[in-house]
């Protein structure tokens, strides 16, 4: 590979060609503060439009500064980062960004990890040089379902644009205005719930400051908790146990299932249940539709729909819901594990606790903040009462422990109630993409040929690869699978799949960049690529050490078919655990 | 033509168009039917003729006669007069400001004497919505000459050893910038024709496209022979509505002569032109910027490298040329390179189309060579200060050009020169400034445009010069400190320094070169609350001058304050803390008894 060699801060660097600066300087141990720069290589998320001017260095021969994100090394090139010239410009640039942002940091949600206020704190900012009573930009507050817009936050780092146009395609975001008054908004400057916006939180999760924050249901849930008359039930999602360990400064990957449930159950939950129980509570039911569709493509069915697109992902349906009204039917029915386990919670649970469903506060952990949204759909709702209440995010459940002066790192390990609190290896890789449907293969293979599987791992539907596809051989039947996550690459595929070039039977697809993983409701990765890859792997970790890994093999899914359910898709599910799409494209 | 004795060329710009122009095209068509000379005499529309603080502008041919500030009803006497009894109307011939006589022709007119028209060759002598004039003058012979004799890299070469740089503003030579397009290989290319003319009170690109817009297809289809490009673009602001349709009846014209289309002159080059509509942003003129507004994206602009001749429109290699810099292009290769380069300095060869503008007696466009001094623009072009007033400063290069002051006057103008003393070339305004403009209000003046441009990309821009702005707002209130100027200096280098494009990198040049030159002035704002110029209204004092003031009340009937108190027929006085500088009665006063100070009472 073609390699130059360049000076930077007096040390010599050798990088590969078409380095930034940036990199360049990092791979010396020199980290040029930056804010608007981004660089999340794992999943392919890169941002640099070069308009904080934080990251900018000293070139020699140049006149002006250079934004080192931005700026290609080349043979020679002399580069100082810290010289007087940059310090100055550096800190005179970060004044005028705090100049026009609020100072109200004690009570901004993105407190501690704000990285607009790292940066203050490390360029020693004391006083704000600026006109007395300078004007601020200032704009009006848009509450979402999922998402709160507080765009007097905004620094106009467009990592957030970025994402929704580029990498989720979704286009709900983007700058308006000009000037001072530039923010990055949905078109019009309407509300995040009348854009296309799916709710997805990729935003939020790449926004350095608080402009972009999530809808913070903690003290709700408090209130529900010190109310006597309600029985609580908390379900946690697959990715939240891999992820949440970071928030209290465990090394990212670790896993906490264990410390999690202690901690539920320590806040005062009644029961702490899994939602990886309702994951295999989906295979069984998406895996039984798929292989009913597969059954009639087999026999010569002309009108049956194929590929099955999975259900699970709530920005997913929200998606597809937005773009593709003409396909409503082809994705498979069945609800997302989240609403299953609240409909089974509401009335299968209820009915063996012997307490009324008003009675019952249904709360979720997940990674994810399209499930606040997903929760408060009309269809989930029985007599206007939800099945799932309140949907926090993995972030904060965190808040939530912390506000309870929990000791995370040391609590014991506990297990999670029964009944449903049973789960799969099937289940847990819900939590990243390729998941469900290795999860739906597992079950699918077996129940359609009747063997037992000769290995459990599908390596080929394994990866961060934006689009994959694999065969997978049902004992001489070959099942054509692809995957995709990242909402711009299931674009692409359904695309592929309307333009004939993918032949697909089924299709799992993830919103979010690496899956639930990756999800809007994580601890923040603040661009890095070593967390989401140790998540990644956990996950695994975690499937391959538990007993059971087929969803159809969990004793208490056998149970609850038995004793409430019947059989997947029976009329009781179709009731319960399926649902119906809407055409959202013209409203 | 030939048929004609007479020529009656009438300024169809949009100037002189708002002063009725076409009225009088119709008027003096009108007459000299009525008078049986339609044989004799043709009228026609022209483009510009620069001299627009005197138009609507009527020039005959062929003595060179040229008629200022026409009416309508003027139409009548100069046909009868001029054209049947070949007697000049004396009435409307110019008037030299100096000597205050009639200056029979424009050949004798201190405004014209220096110019060297080579851009502006054909605006004011033929009728832009005629090819068959522009084919008279040479038009597309320079083409037919490229593809011809020369190859696109011979073809180049002219152009490189013609020394022309970017007239839009950067100066870059525009030689190299053809040979890198030209060099970048793929299977599309594109011309930009870069029409987003966006300074206050520039208008050359207007008025060339107004007057001559042949010429910027003939120098755009060469361009796409040299660089291998067989599309061009105009990116043009939808607020030039003549000029678009002037270009949309060139296009179509030359279309109709195999000008463009497939198989130019017989030749393999191919050619055709679309017009692109700017919304009116400022920053649009900026090539990425540019670029990203023509594909339907956000007009801002992005990090170069890649430059456009790597990956331009559609990330394709693009080669963005201004309008004035397109129009030197034919008359290059007709009249070769030496020729071009012979004009201008070492380093800026050619000429430069100034927009003159502000307290000067000429305001209009002109078209000098590079090395000329500003006194020379000034004081013989521009024809002096109105009203005898005092030189005080000049801002060249648009709101992001420097002010410069006496002492630069002798200065030779061209791209380096004016970097040299702190302003630059710019697209070639020029706004002279009299005794009565304070440099204070004028650097806020100009931020003001700056920060309602800024496209909000970059912090330093989209902040900075909001802040730049207040401070500057703060002084002319009296409210500023040394310290605030002080803010000033630092936030205008740091702007300068870490601003993305051309826009943030230029705004604050008006504050530093401000503050550079007319130091005192911030000083007396600042120190003394005192704006000398007596142009800051908050800081504007009135004084009774006590010899002078008869007593006669008219001046405390008009306070709306009562600040002002006196006897009849005694000398009155303005109670300065009660005043609110309305300047009612300094209108009202009939014996110069009131006056603002130059220096704080």
Redesign the interface.
């Known amino acids: 590979m073609d390699t130059v060699k360049l000076t930077i801060d007096n040390k010599e660097v050798v990088v590969s060609k078409g380095t930034t600066v940036h990199e360049a300087a990092k791979q010396v141990g020199i980290h040029i503060p930056k804010l608007c720069y981004m660089n999340l290589e794992l999943l392919g998320l890169e941002n640099k ?6 990251c ?1 260095v000293e070139q020699e021969g140049r006149r ?2 250079a ?1 080192s994100c ?3 090394c080349t043979e020679g090139m002399v580069i100082k980062t810290n010289t007087p ?1 940059v310090l ?2 550096r800190k ?2 970060l004044e ?2 705090l ?2 942002h609020p100072k109200d940091c004690l009570i901004c949600p993105k407190s501690g990890r704000c990285e607009l206020q790292d940066l203050a704190v490390q360029l020693g900012i004391r006083e704000i ?3 007395e009573n ?2 601020m930009s200032t704009y009006r507050k848009d509450h979402s379902p999922s998402i709160i817009r507080d765009m007097d936050k905004c ?2 780092c467009r990592r957030c644009e970025m994402i929704c146009n580029n990498v989720q395609t979704v286009g709900a975001l ?2 308006v ?6 923010v990055v908004a949905p078109a019009f400057e309407q509300d995040l719930k009348d854009s296309p916006c799916t709710f997805c939180g990729q935003c939020v999760a790449v926004c350095p400051t608080g402009a972009l924050t999530e809808v913070d249901q903690v003290q709700k849930v408090i209130r529900a908790l010190t109310d006597k008359t309600k029985t609580v039930v908390v379900q946690t999602a697959p990715a939240v146990r891999v992820a949440l360990g970071e928030e209290f400064g465990m090394a990212p990957g670790t896993i906490v299932t264990g410390k999690m449930v202690a901690a539920l159950r320590g806040m005062g939950f009644k029961y702490v249940f899994d939602t990886d129980f309702a994951a295999d509570l989906t295979i069984m039911e998406e895996g039984t539709e798929l292989l009913d569709r597969i059954g009639r493509y087999l026999k010569g069915d002309k009108e049956v729909k194929l590929p099955i697109l999975t259900s699970c992902c709530p920005a997913w349906v929200n998606f597809f819901e937005h773009n593709y009204p003409d396909m409503l039917d082809v994705p498979s029915t069945a609800r997302s594990p989240q609403q299953m386990f609240g409909s089974i919670a509401k009335t299968y649970l209820a009915d063996k606790l012997g307490i009324k469903r008003e009675d019952m506060i249904v709360v979720s952990v997940m990674p994810c903040l399209a499930k606040k949204y997903e929760c408060q759909r009309d269809e989930f709702k029985v007599d206007g009462n939800p099945d799932v209440d309140y949907a926090i995010s993995t972030r904060e459940l965190a808040h939530l422990i912390r506000e309870a002066n929990i000791d995370f790192k040391t609590l014991p390990d506990q297990d999670f109630d029964k009944p449903m609190g049973e789960s799969t290896g099937a289940a847990v890789i819900f939590g990243t993409t390729g998941g469900v449907i290795e999860a739906a293969t597992r079950t699918a293979y077996e129940v359609f040929t009747g063997n037992k599987l000769p290995r459990i791992d599908f390596q080929e539907l394994r990866g961060l690869e934006g689009i994959r596809t694999a065969t997978v051989d049902f004992n001489g039947t070959k099942i054509n699978i692809g995957i995709a996550h990242k909402l711009g690459n299931a674009r692409k595929l359904l695309d592929g799949i309307r333009s004939g070039l993918y032949n697909l039977h089924a299709i799992e697809i993830m919103a979010c960049p690496g899956g639930c993983i990756g999800g809007g409701g994580q601890p923040l990765h603040h661009g890095k690529s070593d967390v989401i890859q140790a998540r990644f792997d956990a996950i695994y970790r975690e499937d391959a050490a538990k007993p059971i890994r087929k969803s159809h093999e969990n004793p208490d899914i056998i149970k609850l078919y038995e004793e409430f359910l019947g059989k997947p898709l029976s009329e009781k599910s179709h009731h319960l655990l399926h649902t119906h799409y809407f055409d959202k494209k013209n409203k | 033509m030939a048929q004609y004795k007479m020529h009656l060329l009438v300024c169809g710009g949009t100037g002189c168009r708002s002063s009725e122009s076409d009225l009088i095209i119709e008027n003096l068509q009108h007459s000299l039917r009525e008078k049986g000379l339609e044989n004799d005499a043709q009228v026609i529309k022209t483009g510009c003729f620069g001299f627009c603080e005197q138009g609507p502008i009527v020039k005959v041919l062929p003595d060179n006669t040229f008629y200022t500030g026409v009416k309508p009803a003027d139409a009548a006497e100069i046909v009868a007069e001029h054209v049947l009894k070949g007697r000049k109307v004396e009435r409307l011939l110019y008037k030299d400001p100096e000597k205050q006589m009639a200056v029979s022709d424009s050949k004798h007119m201190g405004f014209y004497r220096k110019q060297i028209r080579i851009a502006l060759r054909n605006c004011g002598f033929i009728d832009p919505e005629n090819i068959d004039e522009y084919i008279a003058r040479d038009g597309y012979a320079a083409l037919a000459k490229v593809l011809e004799e020369m190859s696109p890299e011979q073809a180049i070469d002219v152009i490189k050893q013609s020394g022309l740089r970017g007239r839009g503003g950067g100066g870059f030579p525009t030689g190299l910038k053809w040979e890198i397009a030209g060099k970048n290989k793929a299977d599309q290319k594109y011309v930009v024709c870069n029409a987003d003319e966006g300074d206050p009170g520039a208008f050359m690109d207007r008025s060339i496209l107004e007057g001559d817009p042949h010429s910027i297809i003939e120098a755009m289809s060469i361009c796409g022979y040299c660089i291998g490009a067989t599309k061009g673009l105009v990116y043009i602001r939808a607020e030039y509505p003549l000029a678009i349709k002037r270009l949309q009846i060139a296009i179509e014209q030359a279309r109709n002569y195999g000008l463009l289309g497939e198989n130019i002159l017989g030749s393999k080059h191919s050619f055709d032109i679309e017009l692109r509509y700017g919304a009116g ?1 400022f920053v649009c003129g900026e090539e990425t910027a540019l670029i990203h507004s023509m594909e339907g994206k ?1 007009g ?1 602009p ?2 170069k ?1 890649p430059f456009p001749a790597e990956s331009g429109y559609l990330e394709k290699p693009t080669n963005v040329n201004n309008v004035e810099t397109l129009a030197n292009i034919p008359a290059i290769y007709l009249r070769g390179h030496e020729w071009f380069a012979s004009i201008g300095t070492a380093k800026s060869k050619g000429t430069k189309v100034f927009a003159l503008a502000g307290k000067i007696n000429n305001v209009g466009l002109i078209e000098v060579p590079m090395g000329i001094t500003l006194r020379e623009v000034i004081f013989e072009i521009g024809g002096g200060i109105k009203d005898g007033k005092k030189f005080k400063a000049v801002q060249t290069g648009g709101p992001s050009g420097g002010c410069l002051t006496e002492k630069h006057l002798d200065t030779p103008i061209d791209f380096d020169n004016l970097l040299a003393v702190g302003s630059m070339m710019g697209s070639g305004g020029m706004i002279v400034m009299d005794e009565d403009d304070c440099m204070v209000a004028v650097a806020k003046f100009y931020l003001e445009f700056t ?10 821009c ?6 730049l702005h ?2 500057l707002d ?1 002084i002319t209130l009296g409210k500023g400190t040394e310290e ?1 100027i002080e ?1 000033l200096r ?2 205008s280098v ?1 702007i ?5 494009c051309g826009l943030g ?1 230029t705004s604050p040049n008006p504050v530093l070169s401000t503050l550079d030159n007319f130091a005192d002035e911030y000083l007396a704002h600042v120190r003394d609350q005192h704006c000398p110029a007596g142009q800051c209204k908050a800081l504007r004092q009135y004084l009774i001058l006590a010899d002078k003031c008869v007593g006669c009340t008219a001046c405390t009937k008009v306070c709306p304050t009562g600040a002002i108190a006196g006897e009849k027929r005694q000398a009155h006085l303005i109670d300065q803390a009660k005043c609110i500088r309305c300047g009612a009665c300094i209108e009202k006063c009939k014996f110069s008894a009131i006056i603002i100070p130059s220096t704080k009472i």
């Not at chain 2, 300068?496 to 993305?500: E, G, N, R």
């Open positions: 439009p070069a308009g904080c001017r934080i900018v002006n500064l934004p931005s700026t290609t010239r100055n410009a005179t640039v005028l960004l100049s026009d040089h600026s006109v300078a004007e620094v106009m983007s700058a205005n000009r000037g001072f008054m530039s | 942003a956000r801002e992005t990090v490298p920060v309602e441009e800024s496209c909000g990309k970059c912090a330093p989209r902040i900075g010069n909001k802040r207040e401070l703060k605030d803010q630092n936030l740091v300068k320094d870490t601003a993305l990198q």
